[in-house]
């Protein structure tokens, strides 16, 4: 793995909060800011997951966590209250959690898109509503939404995590839009193919990933590293006149 090598002095010891920090692109995160020597809290519906990021984390300060499963939304304002308490204050949150289940939009029931929109968009709102007044006294508040590209590559077997990635876009251009004169920046990450263990256990096979990296500019696959140091970018003082905006990190998928 590849670790950024950039240093971001306003990240030492700034207040960051990940959502699904257990594992995947999450844990780099958690990781990764704990290499900027920032103060960490995280949430996830994986205990063990995160019990094994925690013990992974080479950081003088251990990440906090506390249980969340995003889709109940009061629990999950409790947790995110708890950790903004213990941490003193927010100055960054990344709103990281999603789930890429594959489906069928013929066999979707109002269930299944209700759980899947809750996860992959409602829940970063309304933790998002949650974390604002501390991101607001803060004065340097920072959100960091992700997307991914694959809602622009027409994707036949995901038609509700697709909508909700791209209305993630839309989220952020209007939180950002209300929250700018409060000092609080709002950017989007999308990124593209990311083989996690996940991915490449569920859904990418060797073929799929040549296929798709064959289709890169740069012609190597991407790991949830690569999306480490765009996202510290954002979310630090370098990034201070950028809001509003949504960054591919693709590779140069054409």
Known sequence: MVSPSAQFEDLRSARVLITGGASGIGAALVAGFARQGARIAFIDIDDAA?????ASTKAPIQPLYRHADVSEIEPTRAAVTELIAE???????????????????????EAYWDRNIS????????????????????????????????????LPDLPVYLTAKSGMIGMTKALAGQFGKDNVRVNCILPGMVLTERQKELWISDEAANAHRERQCLKFSLTADDMVGPC???????????????LIVDGGYF
Not at 87 to 109: F, K, P
Not at 128 to 150: D, E, H, W, Y
Not at 232 to 246: E, G, K, M, N, P
């Open 50 to 54: 995160a019990q094994k990021a925690i």
């Open 119 to 154: 996860v992959n968009l409602r829940a970063a709102f309304f933790v998002s509503q949650t974390c604002l007044p501390a991101l607001k006294a803060s004065g340097r508040g920072a959100i960091v939404n992700f997307s991914s590209i694959a809602f622009l590559m027409n």
């Open 232 to 246: 510290l970018f954002l979310a630090s003082d370098s990034a201070r006149a950028i809001t509003a905006q949504s």
């Open 87 to 109: 941490l003193g204050g927010l100055d960054v949150l990344v709103n990281n959690v999603g789930w890429d289940d594959r489906h069928d939009a013929e066999t979707v029931t």
